[in-house]
Each structure stands twice: as structure tokens, then as C-alpha cells.
């Protein structure tokens, strides 16, 4: 094998070697005497950024392995957002992991090594150039993410979720190989310009190639928790352990990101018109669905859940936009941009989102039910202000970074000319806006019902100060990281 063919993959090598050392200390060090284990995945985490931003400055476009793995500044982008994610629920579960027994036992380390293997994954997905390769990443994520919501296994509810993602995780994987197979069938290759070449060619079968886009769009659509493959979002999000729960729901949404654009827009853009109007349907079904059954909700992580499938839906509709563009690349460099800025700015909010839930817990109370909010800024008002940056984020209030994402959205939409499809956005959002507001409603007019003081670490404290105030600094000032999404974009489609 040619050394040079590893220089692109080096960051995903180490990170591969740094797990199995952390393995090896779980054995001999108790993470509930001495957090060995949570110092050296941070430490691990901060030189994967160091090596992935290096290669981000150098902006270029380098393949490995036959092609099949490649490092572009999309890519990169997207992995730095995936170590601070990565780190922050770290930094944010920590405490609540440690009182749940989740960081002792035989491997005090088996959380952490978990959390990096989910992340390992991710960057597989992320920098993936054949469908085996970003089916691999998958995998490799999706084992990961069920065996740590299992990981308390004396909890029913933790194990419950476990098995219902489980097999519903193996019917969508089934989905994906099945369509990923059919495409195989029909071009004769796995690698995604190759298979983008033949489709554009017009010699491949077009039935077989539709039927492949369909099932590989229902893998998709679960793995994002899209509607109406969405049943398994609510479930795992409240049984598993809310730590759990925050690396399900942060992370993973940017990879997802990563695969859809590489699959659906650099593999089978020939094949827009076939996709494109399932997005369209699972776009307004996930807004409808998510925002009208979370008003129900008394569980704010089922809340979250439901949230969650509602803001997917209003990121494809970026995604979905850069077809109708057609041979106007400008358009379609700013459609991917705002679906990519979506995505992270949804991330760095759902962060901090969980991280209140996590402050709010302690040994033996779980606070996941909206009661558990009220009176909250008479107990902390730092951080029941913090909470309320954060949703009115989500909901898409100005100025936080949340509107600024929505509206590059909402204009990439209208540049399509499909008006009614902002409308509808539009109008969903402003019905999830009320349960938002109802949380900030419980926690500034009623009174408390629990008047024990918050008592957290102080690197948690610091980091989730900083989410807050991040979120508000990036909806005064989005123009770089904007620009940036639209410069890895840009490079991504033109590779």
C-alpha cells in the first residue's frame, strides 16, 4: 500500500489508535476515582482538530484508498463541529454519568470509548466516496449509538429504547444496502462518481435506478428521523439516558448532512427529479407532524424529539432547493450553504438545549418533564436565561442564530420560485414557536417546585455559558461561518 495513500485518512488512524489506548486505561483506572478516561478523550479530541484544521487552512481536495475516502474542506468543516459536539456532551454528562454508575465497573472507560467510536464513524460518513465506505461509517456509528443507550442496562426504559432503535436501526440499514445494491446492479460500481457518470449517461437502467433511490432515500429519512420513518425518535430520545440522548441527537445530525448531500447531490444528482419530491413530502410531513404533536408533550425530551423532527424537515428543504436551481451553481452552492449552516447551528443549540436538562439533574431525579423548568430563573438566573436564549433560538426568534438559519433557508426556497413551500415552513414554524415559548413562560411566571440548589462542575458551568452566548454572537454575526459553509460547498461540488 502506498504510505501516501494514508496522509488524508491520518486524523481518523489516530483517533482509531487514541480509542483503543483509552480502552486499555478503562481497564486499570476507575473513572469514578480519577477521570482519566474523560481527560484523555479530550485531549484526543482537541489533536484531531488541531490535525483536521490544519488540513482545512490548506483547502484542498485529496482522495485515499482508490478514491473512496476523501478530505475536502466540507468535510473538514464538518468534523471540527463534530469534535466540539463531541467534546461539549463530554463536558456536559460527565456528572449525570457518573451519578447513573454509566463510568464504573469492570470498563470505567466503555462511555468514552463508545462516544469516540460514534465519532470515528461520523468522520468515516462524512468523508465517505463510495456507498460501502458511508454504509461502513454507519454501521460503525449506529452499533455504537445502541450500545450506549443500553448502557444502563438495570433501566427498563433505557433498555427498551435500545431494542426498538435496534431493530428498527437494522430495518433502515436493510433499506440502505437494499437500494445501495440495486445501484450497483444498474452502474456496475460502488463509487459515487462513477455511479454519478453512468446515471448521466442515460445507459443504466432507469427503472432499477429509481427503485435503488427510493430505498436508499427511506434509509436516509430514518437516520435523519424524517417523517414518516420518524417513530423511533420520541422513544429513544426519553428512555435513553438524557447524556445518551445528547450524543444521539447532536452529532450524528451533521453526518447525516455529510451523506445526504454526498449520495443524493454529488451521486445521483442526475436522478434529482426522483428524490426530490420525496424530500418535498418528508420536509412538510416531518414540520407537520414535529410541531403539532410536541405541543402534547409534558416530557421535554420527548419535546426535544419532536422538535428535532421538525427542524430535519425544515433542513431539507435546503438541501431539496439546490435542484431547482438547475445549472445556476451560484443558487445551488447557496441552497447546500444554508442546509450545511442549518445543520450546524441546530447542533450548537440542541447542545446547549440537553445541557440544561443535565444541569438540572441530579443523583436520582431526572429532570426531563416541563414541571422541572418552572420558577427556574428564581433558582439560576444565569442559566434560565441561557435556556431561553436557546429556545427562542430554536423557535427562530431574532437575533438568534436560529432566525438567520431558517431565513437562509427560506430565501434559498424562494430563489426556487416554490413559494407555497416557504409558506408552509413558515406557518409550521410559528406553531412550534408556542411550545418553546411555553418553557420560557414556566420558568420566568411560576414557581418553583423544587428548591434544591444546581449544584455542577465548574468546566460545565463555563462550557455551557459560552454554548449560550455562542448562539447569540452567531446570529449578530453569521457572515463567516456562513461564508464558510458556502466555500466548502462550493469546493465539495466542483471536486
Given at each position: 500500500m502506498n504510505e501516501l495513500n494514508l496522509i488524508p485518512a491520518t486524523t481518523e488512524i489516530f483517533l482509531a489508535l487514541a480509542i483503543m489506548a483509552i480502552l486499555v486505561v478503562g481497564l486499570y483506572v476507575k473513572e469514578a476515582a480519577k477521570p482519566m478516561s474523560h481527560l484523555l478523550s479530550l485531549v484526543a479530541l482537541a489533536i484531531c482538530a488541531l490535525l483536521t484544521l490544519s488540513d482545512l487552512n490548506a483547502g484542498l481536495t485529496t482522495y485515499a484508498f482508490n478514491n473512496m475516502f476523501v478530505s475536502d474542506p466540507m468535510a473538514n468543516l464538518l468534523k471540527l463541529f463534530a469534535y466540539l459536539a463531541t467534546a461539549m456532551t463530554l463536558i456536559y454528562s460527565r456528572q449525570y454519568s457518573a451519578q447513573r454508575g454509566m463510568l464504573s465497573g469492570t470498563l470505567s472507560g466503555e462511555f468514552y470509548v463508545l462516544a469516540l467510536m460514534t465519532l470515528l464513524g461520523q468522520m468515516i460518513m462524512i468523508s465517505g466516496n463510495n456507498f460501502l465506505i458511508i454504509y461502513l461509517g454507519l454501521e460503525l456509528m449506529s452499533l455504537s449509538l445502541y450500545a450506549l443507550v443500553a448502557m444502563r442496562r438495570d433501566h427498563v426504559a433505557s433498555t427498551e429504547a435500545s431494542m426498538k432503535y435496534f431493530v428498527l436501526g437494522a430495518l433502515a440499514s436493510g433499506f440502505m444496502l437494499y437500494g445501495i445494491s440495486m445501484l450497483y446492479g444498474a452502474t456496475g460500481s460502488l463509487d459515487l462518481s462513477q455511479v454519478a457518470t453512468m446515471t448521466a449517461a442515460g445507459t443504466a437502467n432507469k427503472t432499477v435506478l429509481v427503485f435503488g433511490v427510493v430505498f436508499l432515500v427511506a434509509g436516509l429519512a430514518f437516520k435523519l428521523g424524517t417523517a414518516p420513518f420518524h417513530m423511533w425518535v420520541p422513544d429513544v430520545y426519553q428512555g435513553a439516558p438524557t447524556s445518551v440522548t445528547l450524543?444521539?441527537?447532536?452529532?450524528?445530525?451533521?453526518?447525516?448532512?455529510?451523506?445526504?448531500?454526498?449520495?443524493?447531490?454529488?451521486?445521483?444528482?442526475?436522478?434529482?427529479?426522483?428524490?426530490?419530491?420525496?424530500?418535498?413530502?418528508?420536509?412538510?410531513?416531518?414540520?407537520?407532524?414535529?410541531?403539532?404533536?410536541?405541543?402534547?408533550?409534558?416530557?421535554?425530551?420527548?419535546?426535544?424529539?419532536?422538535?428535532?423532527?421538525?427542524?430535519?424537515?425544515?433542513?431539507?428543504?435546503?438541501?431539496?432547493?439546490?435542484?431547482?436551481?438547475?445549472?445556476?451553481?451560484?443558487?445551488?452552492?447557496?441552497?447546500?450553504?444554508?442546509?450545511?449552516?442549518?445543520?450546524?447551528?441546530?447542533?450548537?443549540?440542541?447542545?446547549?438545549?440537553?445541557?440544561?436538562?443535565?444541569?438540572?439533574?441530579?443523583?436520582?431525579?431526572?429532570?426531563?418533564?416541563?414541571?422541572?423548568?418552572?420558577?427556574?430563573?428564581?433558582?439560576?438566573?444565569?442559566?434560565?436565561?441561557?435556556?431561553?436564549?436557546?429556545?427562542?433560538?430554536?423557535?427562530?426568534?431574532?437575533?438568534?442564530?436560529?432566525?438567520?438559519?431558517?431565513?437562509?433557508?427560506?430565501?434559498?426556497?424562494?430563489?426556487?420560485?416554490?413559494?407555497?413551500?416557504?409558506?408552509?415552513?413558515?406557518?409550521?414554524?410559528?406553531?412550534?414557536?408556542?411550545?418553546?415559548?411555553?418553557?420560557?413562560?414556566?420558568?420566568?411566571?411560576?414557581?418553583?417546585?423544587?428548591?434544591?440548589?444546581?449544584?455542577?462542575?465548574?468546566?460545565?458551568q463555563i462550557t455551557l455559558s459560552a454554548n449560550g452566548i455562542a448562539i447569540v454572537l452567531l446570529g449578530v454575526l453569521p457572515g463567516p461561518l456562513m461564508a464558510a459553509c458556502a466555500r466548502a460547498i462550493a469546493q465539495a461540488l466542483a471536486s
Open positions: 450524543l444521539l441527537g447532536a452529532a450524528p445530525k451533521l453526518a447525516a448532512f455529510a451523506i445526504c448531500l454526498r449520495l443524493l447531490v454529488e451521486g445521483l444528482g442526475t436522478l434529482a427529479a426522483d428524490w426530490q419530491q420525496m424530500l418535498i413530502v418528508m420536509a412538510v410531513v416531518s414540520m407537520a407532524i414535529g410541531n403539532i404533536t410536541a405541543i402534547a408533550q409534558t416530557n421535554i425530551k420527548r419535546m426535544l424529539a419532536y422538535s428535532t423532527i421538525s427542524q430535519m424537515g425544515f433542513m431539507l428543504l435546503g438541501l431539496l432547493s439546490g435542484v431547482f436551481a438547475g445549472s445556476n451553481a451560484d443558487a445551488a452552492t447557496n441552497a447546500y450553504s444554508s442546509a450545511m449552516f442549518y445543520s450546524i447551528t441546530y447542533v450548537l443549540t440542541t447542545l446547549g438545549s440537553f445541557g440544561v436538562i443535565l444541569l438540572l439533574s441530579r443523583s436520582g431525579f431526572e429532570a426531563d418533564n416541563l414541571d422541572d423548568f418552572k420558577g427556574l430563573s428564581q433558582r439560576s438566573p444565569w442559566f434560565a436565561a441561557v435556556m431561553m436564549v436557546l429556545l427562542l433560538s430554536l423557535a427562530g426568534v431574532p437575533p438568534m442564530v436560529g432566525f438567520y438559519a431558517k431565513l437562509s433557508v427560506l430565501q434559498a426556497v424562494f430563489a426556487t420560485g416554490q413559494i407555497w413551500l416557504a409558506l408552509v415552513a413558515v406557518l409550521f414554524s410559528l406553531i412550534g414557536a408556542y411550545y418553546y415559548l411555553r418553557i420560557i413562560k414556566l420558568m420566568y411566571f411560576d414557581a418553583p417546585v423544587d428548591h434544591s440548589p444546581i449544584v455542577v462542575g465548574r468546566d460545565m
